[in-house]
């Protein structure tokens, strides 16, 4: 049974005219609110992942359950839809289980918790937040662990319940999680955080109710989702042709030294509604890279999309989910069915938006933009000092943004825009490591008329003897380029032990005992290029140059001869650039770097590593997903 809301007020709320100052004031109120949760939890919580990176999302929605702002889209009606009891004045609810709430977190380490929001007995609005904790008990020190084969193996499940009730806190359900955690100091500072914040957006809503009339604020709400409702209709008319497109990408490997994994997708506009189907996406993993992908969630990375390349002045909300059909079979990578692990599901949540970029782009290539840095690769330090006290870093990198048509993409930067680095003082300060590189990665970004992005370089030097934990990807496959653009760079790991000695590091492990005077080099991938590098004007190539993102032999990927003083040889760079063009011919849409084949045979020269092997699924999803009826005008699922 859903959910029951209970009031003790139960006047219907009146819908009013609201004059367009009057919106806008209730529009900029809502945005303030929304960054006053951040910053709320910016100033309490503990853990580096959540005050130092900002690993956490927080929501403000209507009475609906509909994301009026926030960043990762409204999932309260698929809560309201799986919790079987009452919705009261005074609760706060807490989940850490992604199959219990129809994925609106995706691993068990994002704790979510709901508020809903009351005024006169009546409710008005949700607020929600949910942060990564640094541990939540899992078989390995931060719970993701990459051989994981059931989500039993990944740390304490919480099913969805109150965990305040009449505004009193559970002590000891509290208690008991954290019981279960290597760092319950900082989950339980963190979790304080994250009340707190949603707390203040309780405080700012009633300000706003009270001040423009409970009818009014709740108008203007049902105005602001209409309104970008409005907007995303135009946006998909003008840019979403009816032709079906289709593209796929990869996840490389799962860890267990299987891959790569595809994600296909096929897009097309029936009237004035878009349809995603994944049909075709391989089925679910062995291991841990499956990604829980709930459909609404889906609508908000294409709809942020969407709004972030064709028009960023639009307020992000939830209004246009009507327009959106989103169709993921079970089964499969992205709609595993219990009890799939899902520990390492950052790698196909990334790659969601190349995936998006691809099929959009086609429609019109001149907003098509290349492969970037869709990942938050993970790296883990933990043990115990020479005073015997335990140490646990979590800890996310940054890599290359792919070129687009308005420029070159940003060296170094996150998948998530609102992520910020943690400072390499406070790293040096709170654990037992130096910090011997922290720089882009020359020529690592994918050549193009725009240039992508380059990768960071991270050279951890550690400390005290412990262990470690490594979470990425793009090592086989490469972050392509589009309209001419060549691909980036694939990431890699190199770990120097204090003996001289080297070795590769697979882009998913754990345990990896390091001592005193090792460097761990953990260099992450560049952005693809876009539009044809031969046309890239020569003053930009010098000037990057000069910089250091390009190298003078990296130039002549640009068709551009330097001078040693790293000046423009005109003459020789008119000659270069005429030969590679008719050597080339004519330029492609996608740059791949090579098929699967091709990747594969390349691999050990390239990368140092052996290839994955063909991915093994169990017999029974094979099963399941054949027997499953195929909607009509749907792609049927490929084998091989």
């Given at each position: 049974?859903?959910?029951?809301?209970?009031e003790t007020n139960t006047k219907k709320f009146k819908r009013k005219d609201i004059d367009p100052i009057t919106l806008d004031i209730i529009e900029n109120a809502m945005m303030n609110?929304?960054?006053?949760?951040?910053?709320?939890?910016?100033?309490?919580?503990?853990?580096?992942?959540?005050?130092?990176?900002?690993?956490?999302?927080?929501?403000?929605?209507?009475?609906?359950?509909?994301?009026?702002?926030?960043?990762?889209?409204?999932?309260?009606?698929?809560?309201?839809?799986?919790?079987?009891?009452?919705?009261?004045?005074?609760?706060?609810?807490?989940?850490?289980?992604?199959?219990?709430?129809?994925?609106?977190?995706?691993?068990?380490?994002?704790?979510?918790?709901?508020?809903?929001?009351?005024?006169?007995?009546?409710?008005?609005?949700?607020?929600?937040?949910?942060?990564?904790?640094?541990?939540?008990?899992?078989?390995?020190?931060?719970?993701?662990?990459?051989?994981?084969?059931?989500?039993?193996?990944?740390?304490?499940?919480?099913?969805?319940?109150?965990?305040?009730?009449?505004?009193?806190?559970?002590?000891?359900?509290?208690?008991?999680?954290?019981?279960?955690?290597?760092?319950?100091?900082?989950?339980?500072?963190?979790?304080?955080?994250?009340?707190?914040?949603?707390?203040?957006?309780?405080?700012?809503?009633?300000?706003?109710?009270?001040?423009?009339?409970?009818?009014?604020?709740?108008?203007?709400?049902?105005?602001?989702?209409?309104?970008?409702?409005?907007?995303?209709?135009?946006?998909?008319?003008?840019?979403?042709?009816?032709?079906?497109?289709?593209?796929?990408?990869?996840?490389?490997?799962?860890?267990?030294?299987?891959?790569?994994?595809?994600?296909?997708?096929?897009?097309?506009?029936?009237?004035?509604?878009?349809?995603?189907?994944?049909?075709?996406?391989?089925?679910?993993?062995?291991?841990?890279?499956?990604?829980?992908?709930?459909?609404?969630?889906?609508?908000?990375?294409?709809?942020?999309?969407?709004?972030?390349?064709?028009?960023?002045?639009?307020?992000?909300?939830?209004?246009?989910?009507?327009?959106?059909?989103?169709?993921?079979?079970?089964?499969?990578?992205?709609?595993?069915?219990?009890?799939?692990?899902?520990?390492?599901?950052?790698?196909?949540?990334?790659?969601?938006?190349?995936?998006?970029?691809?099929?959009?782009?086609?429609?019109?290539?001149?907003?098509?933009?290349?492969?970037?840095?869709?990942?938050?690769?993970?790296?883990?330090?933990?043990?115990?000092?020479k005073n015997g006290e335990w140490y646990q870093l979590y800890s996310i990198g940054f890599g290359g943004i792919p070129g687009k048509p308005s420029g070159d993409g940003p060296d170094?930067?996150?998948?998530?825009?609102?992520?910020?680095?943690?400072?390499?003082?406070?790293?040096?300060?709170?654990?037992?490591?130096?910090?011997?590189?922290?720089?882009?990665?020359?020529?690592?970004?994918?050549?193009?008329?725009?240039?992508?992005?380059?990768?960071?370089?991270?050279?951890?030097?550690?400390?005290?003897?412990?262990?470690?934990?490594?979470?990425?990807?793009?090592?086989?496959?490469?972050?392509?380029?589009?309209?001419?653009?060549?691909?980036?760079?694939?990431?890699?790991?190199?770990?120097?032990?204090?003996?001289?000695?080297?070795?590769?590091?697979?882009?998913?492990?754990?345990?990896?005992?390091?001592?005193?005077?090792?460097?761990?080099?953990?260099?992450?991938?560049?952005?693809?290029?876009?539009?044809?590098?031969?046309?890239?004007?020569?003053?930009?190539?010098?000037?990057?140059?000069?910089?250091?993102?390009?190298?003078?032999?990296?130039?002549?990927?640009?068709?551009?001869?330097?001078?040693?003083?790293m000046t423009v040889d005109e003459k020789k760079t008119k000659a270069l650039r005429a030969k590679m063009a008719k050597q080339r011919g004519k330029v492609k849409m996608f740059d791949?770097?090579?098929?699967?084949?091709?990747?594969?045979?390349?691999?050990?020269?390239?990368?140092?590593?052996?290839?994955?092997?063909?991915?093994?699924?169990?017999?029974?999803?094979?099963?399941?997903?054949?027997?499953?009826?195929?909607?009509?005008?749907?792609?049927?699922?490929?084998?091989?």
């Open positions: 049974m859903p959910a029951t809301i209970v609110a929304r960054y006053e949760m951040d910053a709320v939890v910016f100033r309490t919580a503990m853990s580096p992942g959540i005050r130092e990176q900002n690993d956490m999302f927080p929501m403000i929605a209507n009475l609906e359950g509909k994301m009026v702002v926030g960043q990762f889209g409204s999932f309260i009606h698929g809560f309201k839809e799986a919790y079987d009891g009452t919705i009261e004045e005074g609760d706060l609810f807490l989940t850490t289980d992604p199959y219990a709430c129809n994925g609106a977190i995706s691993h068990i380490n994002d704790w979510l918790l709901l508020r809903p929001i009351f005024k006169d007995g009546r409710l008005i609005a949700y607020a929600a937040m949910f942060g990564h904790m640094t541990d939540v008990g899992g078989k390995v020190p931060g719970s993701l662990p990459t051989d994981a084969r059931e989500i039993f193996e990944e740390g304490i499940r919480v099913p969805p319940l109150k965990i305040f009730k009449n505004d009193e806190l559970q002590t000891d359900v509290l208690n008991l999680i954290l019981h279960n955690s290597r760092m319950p100091t900082w989950n339980r500072s963190d979790f304080n955080a994250l009340v707190a914040a949603m707390r203040t957006a309780e405080k700012r809503v009633i300000e706003m109710a009270e001040r423009f009339g409970d009818d009014e604020y709740y108008s203007a709400l049902d105005e602001l989702l209409a309104r970008n409702k409005r907007a995303m209709a135009k946006l998909i008319k003008d840019t979403v042709p009816t032709k079906k497109q289709y593209f796929e990408d990869y996840i490389c490997d799962d860890g267990l030294g299987m891959g790569p994994y595809r994600i296909k997708c096929s897009m097309w506009r029936d009237k004035d509604k878009v349809i995603f189907d994944f049909e075709g996406t391989d089925p679910q993993s062995i291991s841990s890279i499956n990604f829980y992908l709930n459909e609404e969630m889906f609508k908000m990375f294409c709809g942020v999309y969407m709004i972030m390349v064709f028009d960023p002045q639009i307020m992000f909300n939830d209004g246009f989910y009507d327009l959106m059909e989103v169709h993921i079979p079970e089964g499969t990578l992205l709609k595993p069915r219990e009890p799939a692990a899902l520990s390492c599901r950052t790698h196909a949540l990334g790659r969601i938006f190349d995936v998006l970029g691809g099929l959009l782009g086609q429609g019109d290539p001149d907003f098509l933009a290349g492969a970037g840095f869709s990942d938050s690769p993970h790296f883990m330090y933990s043990g115990y000092d170094g930067h996150s998948l998530w825009p609102s992520f910020t680095n943690v400072p390499n003082e406070f790293l040096e300060s709170y654990f037992p490591l130096r910090i011997e590189a922290y720089e882009t990665i020359t020529d690592s970004g994918g050549a193009g008329y725009n240039r992508g992005g380059n990768g960071l370089r991270m050279g951890y030097c550690f400390l005290e003897p412990g262990t470690i934990s490594i979470h990425d990807d793009r090592w086989l496959t490469y972050p392509w380029g589009v309209n001419g653009g060549l691909p980036g760079r694939r990431s890699e790991k190199i770990l120097k032990r204090v003996d001289g000695s080297e070795e590769m590091m697979p882009s998913k492990c754990d345990r990896i005992a390091v001592n005193a005077g090792d460097i761990l080099y953990f260099n992450t991938w560049g952005g693809g290029g876009c539009g044809d590098p031969l046309k890239r004007e020569t003053e930009r190539v010098e000037f990057d140059v000069r910089a250091g993102l390009v190298s003078i032999d990296g130039a002549k990927r640009y068709g551009v001869v330097m001078n040693a003083d791949r770097g090579g098929d699967i084949a091709e990747l594969k045979q390349r691999c050990k020269k390239e990368t140092g590593l052996e290839p994955p092997r063909q991915p093994e699924f169990q017999a029974w999803a094979l099963k399941f997903l054949e027997e499953q009826p195929k909607p009509k005008g749907r792609i049927k699922m490929a084998r091989g």
